[in-house]
């Protein structure tokens, strides 16, 4: 959790999202449903800052790899929450409501098992595939710098199973736009650094294109 957003017992208290009102319209659906996989969103304190219920487990940082259960959690946990949100009043006539930066970062996990998506701020309508691809961009971050092109399509191939998503073609080539469109916004804004880092994952994708596709 980041400096202004604490824990309070069983509630987390943070600054309100830019997109509050269409968050908590997402997280009240699926109270509704009684769908686990997702904090409640409990109310507004007399500072404006929101409450939503905390949500025990562990969330990884990029330093601490996921298992191959874990992977495969992950993406069943995904799938569960496209399908709670597939073709919702909220979705605005698109697919689903995306979570908007599903990665492990932002998973709860008990054990193997990743049980809840926290931190919804960026949720807005699109395709599963939004996700889907945002995912396997955070497991390629996680080492694609420092590991075989294998064990990337192997991770890719994993979370893939676990969502039941079979066109892993069609994430690759997801992953490559969304590094695309990542880099061309930091480009605009001046952030050499980060340019670099997406041109030389843009070359990896490029020099490893076959073998994440054939995993």
């Excluded at 008990?110 to 955070?138: F, M, N, Q, S």
């Excluded at 930091?186 to 041109?199: D, K, N, Q, T």
Aim: hydrophobic letters at 40%; glycine letters at 10%.
């Amino acid at each position: 959790m980041g400096q202004s957003v604490t824990q309070d017992g069983h509630l987390v208290r943070r600054p309100p999202y830019d997109n509050g009102p269409f968050v908590r319209r997402v997280l009240r659906l699926l109270e509704r449903q009684d769908f686990e996989g997702a904090p409640r969103f409990v109310g507004v304190d007399d500072d404006g800052h929101e409450l939503v219920a905390f949500v025990s487990g562990e969330v990884f940082d990029s330093e601490r790899l996921l298992s191959d259960p874990q992977v495969a959690s992950h993406g069943r946990l995904l799938r569960h929450v496209h399908d709670a949100l597939e073709g919702v009043d909220l979705a605005g006539g698109n697919e689903v409501v995306c979570h908007g930066d599903a990665g492990p970062h932002n998973a709860v996990f008990r054990g193997d098992e990743a049980v809840a998506l926290i931190d919804w701020e960026e949720a807005a309508p699109g395709e599963r595939l939004t996700d889907v691809a945002d995912v396997a961009w955070c497991l390629l971050d996680e080492r694609w710098e420092h590991a075989t092109p294998e064990a990337a399509a192997h991770r890719i191939a994993v979370f893939c199973q676990g969502y039941g998503w079979a066109d892993v073609s069609a994430v690759v080539d997801a992953v490559g736009v969304q590094v695309e469109a990542a880099r061309d916004r930091h480009a605009g804004v001046g952030l050499a650094r980060s340019v670099e880092h997406f041109e030389r994952l843009l070359g990896w994708l490029s020099e490893h294109d076959e073998r994440l596709r054939s995993a």
